[in-house]
């Protein structure tokens, strides 16, 4: 009889798992189909504006009255005084070789620009499934998240945008292996070039975020980023070396923010093993 009651409070003890693990995994999906909705929004909001963020953002870097060309030019005749960082015309043409290559690339461009603009409201969101998880201390201490993540990737977003992709599209530009050869771009190949730029500066400059988490959980070390922080340089060189053209300036031009948002996860990790101290202290 005792065997039996506790085969039914361990049966009992596995259903409530079960269904505690459900409820967590239906949460989960609720803020999922949440974060997947605003994109859509904001996806169609782009759409309507499609021909602006087109002519106006994506052909931007390829016109010589661009705001980076501009700065630089205006830098160069006030400090050099000459013309030598002023950007000529490009010798570029973009084509289309697909039927439905426009059309389809409309579609695209929207959904891009609506994943940009939701990112605020989807990190929201991430920041509403984990709280339940959190404990006071760490819900007053991770307050800001939604708000210096956000942060944190709208600057490399620009970055990206009025640095990295201006010297790109200038260095593809102006390289030729012979003038009988001319560059006739496909459109979908540039905007690929641009998404992936863009993007994955946006999502490299939340370096800082992700050291924050695996302090957190002691995965990093304030003292294991000290040591190895050599091998730490070399790693961000390489991603730079591959994120940008082959070009020495551009590779310096990332690898500058990229090792000062490193210096500023050590900073975090530091804050973070404090923080612990204090909280086992209060507890023991």
Known sequence: MALDQSTETNDTLVEEKEMSFLDHVDELRKHLVRAALSIVVFSIIAFSYIDY???????????????????????SQAYYHNDQ????????????????????????????????????YILWQLWRFIKPALNLNEVKNTR?????TTALFLTGIS?????????????FASYSLSTLVKNEINIQSIVSFMSVLVLGTGLIFELPVLMYFLARIGIISSAFLKKYRKYAFIIILIIAAIVTPPDIVSQVILTIPLYMLFEMGVIITK??????????QQFS
């Not at 570029?92 to 990112?119: C, D, H, P, R, W």
């Not at 800001?144 to 210096?148: A, I, L, S």
């Not at 970055?159 to 260095?171: E, T």
């Open 85 to 120: 960082l002023c950007v000529k015309d490009f010798q570029i043409t973009l084509q289309n070789t697909e039927m439905a290559g426009q059309f389809m690339m409309s579609f695209k461009l929207a959904f891009l620009v609506g994943i940009i603009m939701a990112m605020p």
């Open 271 to 280: 804050r973070v093993e404090k923080q612990k101290k204090q909280n086992e």
């Open 159 to 171: 970055f990206g945008y009025f640095v990295l992709c201006p010297i790109s599209v200038n260095f």
């Open 53 to 75: 963020i087109f002519h106006g953002i994506i052909l931007g870097p390829l016109r010589k009255d661009f705001f980076t060309y501009r700065k630089l030019c205006q830098w």
């Open 144 to 148: 800001g998240f939604v708000f210096y």
